[in-house]
């Protein structure tokens, strides 16, 4: 479908057999401009980044979402999911209300405890400046993408709300940098005690996990030229990309399965067969186990991707589908409807964890459903994401049985920066026993 942004041509493609020919690709790697309002705040880390930059980027950061570093996290997951679980015990009494923030919370506990090392207790605080600031930047962002007239910078500056952005800017910067500082002086002072080599040694008692910052740190100090700037804006990009999307992720899960109370019965069958207490922490084991609640968040990742679309701008003419698309165009990939092609869905609305038995699967297209993208430049961190859901998931229906308060026909979707319901997820929660 070909449309116009303003000035600027855009054509949108959810048909597998196109967006194979845009994501496969190892030219049109390029983000579309509307990437550039995440660059204040995310500068060019991975997810903005273009050309050697992000060819380099992308290898030096690939080994640090290496299994092995995953499963260090798995205490991370486990322990900031008990919390929400505490959290939501005062919930569970039948009574309607939104757990939205709650899994939203937590979410950003793990990814800021995995990404920079730091505990910042967003569950228990969740009035304090950070998070404040995480959140408003998003919407101020989305804000701009939408409004043409704000995409100016001077315009931006006389009727926008540059002030309140770079308010947010100053507090997340700062926030990173501090971490970013105070990380470098203790992995110094380790180096100087010849304890750099031993990255798990004990410290105060406790087995060092390494955050996804100490690894920067670890390869600037071997003189890969990051300076403290470049390992701002990964870090900027992972709390960014880390912890909205899961947290949507989870809730579609969970607001599908309590519209489903038969798969939700099935689901609990299952996590009762691999658990012998619901507070048992989870391991890579358990997780290996955990199938079918892997197909209900593949399904509901299906139907309510939290990216819901994603765009490259054309550096070079493409053919696509036998149409030449000229330089400068904007491919706009949607996967919402993509993955909705009832080719390679049947009844594509209908909430079904089975699709992605593995003889289901096999019958795809492979560009079909690409949740993560697809190609050299799809998620890194979707095995982080996907062990998250997991345990963030299956620590809630360990304890208590989900009900879905908004049905689907009454149920009204944001597809701004993330895909979210317009009013959260109103549920009902009752203890398991
Ligand atoms: C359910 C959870 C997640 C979903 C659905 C998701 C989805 C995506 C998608 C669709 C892209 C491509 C974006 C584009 O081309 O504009 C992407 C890129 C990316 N994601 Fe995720 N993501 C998730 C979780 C995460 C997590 C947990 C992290 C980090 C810890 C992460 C880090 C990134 C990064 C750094 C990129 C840019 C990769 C590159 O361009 O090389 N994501 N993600």
Request: aromatic content about 10%; glycine content about 4%; overall charge neutral.
């Amino acid at each position: 479908m070909r449309v116009w942004a303003g000035p600027f041509p855009l054509i949108q493609l959810f048909k597998c057999s196109v967006v194979e020919v845009i994501l496969s690709s190892n030219k049109h790697l390029d983000k579309s401009r509307d990437y550039t309002f995440l660059h204040p705040w995310l500068g060019t880390g991975l997810l903005t980044s273009t050309g050697s930059k992000w060819h380099s980027r992308r290898k030096m950061l690939t080994p640090a979402f290496h299994f092995k570093i995953l499963e260090d996290f798995l205490e991370v997951f486990n322990s900031q999911s008990t919390k929400m679980v505490e959290k939501l015990a005062k919930k569970a009494d039948g009574q309607r209300f939104d757990i939205f923030p709650y899994i939203t919370l937590c979410t950003l506990d793990v990814i800021c405890e995995t990404a920079m090392g730091v505990n910042i207790k967003a569950q228990d605080n969740s009035d304090s400046d950070y998070v404040k600031a995480v959140y408003r930047i998003g919407a101020l962002v989305q804000q701009r993408q939408a409004r043409p007239w704000l995409q100016s910078d001077l315009l931006y500056r006389l009727i926008g709300s540059s002030k309140e952005h770079d308010a947010c800017l100053k507090i997340l910067h700062g926030f990173s940098y501090g971490t970013i500082r105070s990380r470098r002086i203790e992995f110094q002072k380790e180096k100087t005690n010849k304890l750099a080599k031993h990255m798990d040694d004990e410290i105060i008692g406790k087995k060092r996990r390494l955050a996804f910052l100490d690894l920067l740190l670890e390869y600037s100090e071997e003189g890969r030229g990051l300076s403290d700037e470049d390992i701002r804006e990964e870090v900027d990009t992972f709390m960014f990309e880390g912890h909205d999307t899961t947290a949507a992720a989870i809730n579609w899960s969970l607001y599908l399965l309590g519209c489903h109370p038969e798969i939700q019965a099935r689901v609990h069958e299952e996590l009762d067969m691999i658990f012998s207490s619901p507070d048992q922490p989870v391991t890579m084991a358990e997780l290996r186990e955990m199938k079918l609640t892997e197909n209900c968040i593949k399904e509901a990742l299906r139907l309510f991707p939290s990216v819901p679309f994603l765009a490259r701008e054309l550096q070079e003419e493409a053919v696509i589908d036998n149409y030449r698309i000229p330089e400068g165009t904007t491919v706009m990939v949607v996967t919402y409807r993509l993955h909705r092609d009832p080719d390679q869905f049947p009844d594509p609305e209908r909430f079904d964890p089975d699709r992605f038995l593995p003889e289901n699967v096999s019958k795809r297209h492979p560009y079909a459903y690409v949740p993560f993208s697809a190609g050299p430049r799809n998620c890194i961190g979707q095995k982080f994401a996907l062990m998250e859901e997991k345990i963030l998931l299956s620590s809630i229906l360990r304890k208590y049985r989900a009900e879905s308060c908004t049905r689907r026909e009454d149920l009204r979707l944001l597809g701004e920066l993330i895909l979210r319901p317009e009013n959260g997820n109103t549920v009902k929660l009752f203890p398991r026993v």
